[in-house]
């Protein structure tokens, strides 16, 4: 018998099975940070286009936010890989990482190098020049 599952999928059964707290970490960690790093980042590139007299500190603040999650986003990638490596059982079980694992990668990655190639300093450009950046 070949069951395959996704991450929503697999986080619904862990909830029905009793492991909501666990089932909650996951949706977050693996669909919910994601999209807000690529809503941030888009929020980022779009606001430092547009007209002036946005507040730059939050913006700042959002951008080094979306910087800081950036390094532990791989974690995920990581799990996957080495429940594919531990479950040998043979003909019992197997882990076996599909197409979407990869998609899922080159996202993380490019949500990373998209934080580190944005120029903070664009944010302070259009803002209030008695506002500043932070020292």
Do not use: C, N
Not at 64 to 79: L, N, P, T
């Amino acid at each position: 018998m070949t069951k395959s599952a996704t991450i929503v999928g697999g986080a619904i059964e862990l909830a029905e099975h009793g492991a909501v707290g666990i089932a909650v970490v996951i949706l977050v960690a693996s669909v919910l940070i994601p999209i807000g790093k690529f809503a941030a980042i888009a929020y980022l590139a779009l606001s430092v286009r547009g007209p002036g007299g946005r507040k730059g500190h939050p913006r700042q603040t959002l951008f080094e936010v979306v910087e800081y999650i950036g390094r532990w986003s791989m974690i995920d990638v990581f799990v996957v890989a080495i429940l594919g490596a531990l479950v040998h059982l043979g003909t019992v079980a197997s882990v076996q990482p599909g197409p979407a694992s990869l998609t899922f990668a080159l996202s993380v990655i490019f949500t990373m190098l998209s934080a580190q190639s944005f120029d903070s300093r664009m944010i302070w450009d259009q803002t209030d020049p008695q506002e500043g950046p932070t020292p």
